[in-house]
């Protein structure tokens, strides 16, 4: 059964960094681009970054180019989010979702499993 866990989200201050990682099922995801999303309350699910399968290729939304990056270790079956410089703005629930239909898309309807979320919280 394909899975993805999300983990290591929580209270950061303005400036401060956080490493989020998602955890996939064993060999499920061979060959899958995953990404990262986030959510404001109220807002849309909105793009944050992904990366091939293969690693060498990265994709990232305009407000978090340059502060985060976003990497995978296949061996491990994990993919992380390495968060700097965080802003309030950056608050929301994160969430990782895999896909094989678009390569680095940053459409959420083209991702096909998806991860419960880690909340991620940036104080003033």
């Known amino acids: 059964q394909a899975q993805l866990v999300e983990s290591g989200g929580g209270l950061v201050q303005a400036g401060g960094s956080l490493r989020l990682s998602c955890a996939a099922s064993?060999?499920?995801?061979?060959?899958?681009?995953m990404g990262w999303f986030r959510q404001a309350p109220g807002k849309e699910r909105d793009f944050v970054a992904a990366i091939t399968w293969s690693g060498r290729g990265t994709r990232y939304a305009d407000s978090v180019k340059d502060r985060f990056t976003v990497s995978r270790d296949n061996a491990k079956n994990t993919m992380y989010l390495q968060m700097n410089s965080l802003k309030p703005e950056d608050t929301g629930v994160y969430y990782c979702?895999?896909?094989?239909?678009?390569?680095?898309?940053?459409?959420?309807?083209?991702?096909?499993?998806w991860g419960q979320g880690t909340q991620v919280t940036v104080s003033s």
């Open positions: 979702a895999a896909t094989t239909v678009i390569a680095l898309t940053d459409g959420v309807r083209d991702y096909n499993y």
């Open positions: 064993g060999r499920t995801f061979i060959g899958y681009t």
